[in-house]
């Protein structure tokens, strides 16, 4: 069974940091461009950081630039977001996902995480 595993979420203070990990199982991540996305309450599904194939990380969106760092361990299987200086509007349910290559658009992507939930609140 192909599947994408995000951890790592949770809640944060303003300022605070933290690293989500979306592991893979039945595939190879390192055959795949991995992109992260995260849904705001009533707001559209965004495309925020992407890590290309030989790691670089790519694609971040204006609102995560510079805070936002994508990486990849291929011997685990799993691909980081590690995200730094949390605001209150970073608060969002966060999805990797699985594509040929990095794109902002979500139908590019064929495998899909389950979600996970972090929250920046003091």
């Known amino acids: 069974q192909l599947q994408l595993v995000e951890s790592g979420g949770g809640l944060v203070q303003p300022g605070g940091s933290l690293r989500l990990s979306c592991a893979a199982s039945?595939?190879?991540?390192?055959?795949?461009?991995i992109g992260w996305f995260r849904q705001a309450p009533g707001k559209e599904r965004e495309g925020g950081s992407c890590i290309t194939k030989s790691g670089s990380s790519t694609n971040n969106a204006d609102s995560v630039k510079g805070r936002f760092t994508g990486s990849r361990d291929n011997a685990k299987n799993t691909v980081y977001l590690q995200m730094n200086s949390l605001k209150l509007e970073d608060t969002a349910i966060y999805y990797c996902a699985a594509g040929r290559l990095c794109s902002r658009r979500s139908g590019a992507y064929d495998y899909w995480g389950q979600g996970i939930q972090v929250t920046v609140s003091s």
């Open positions: 039945g595939f190879a991540l390192d055959d795949y461009a």
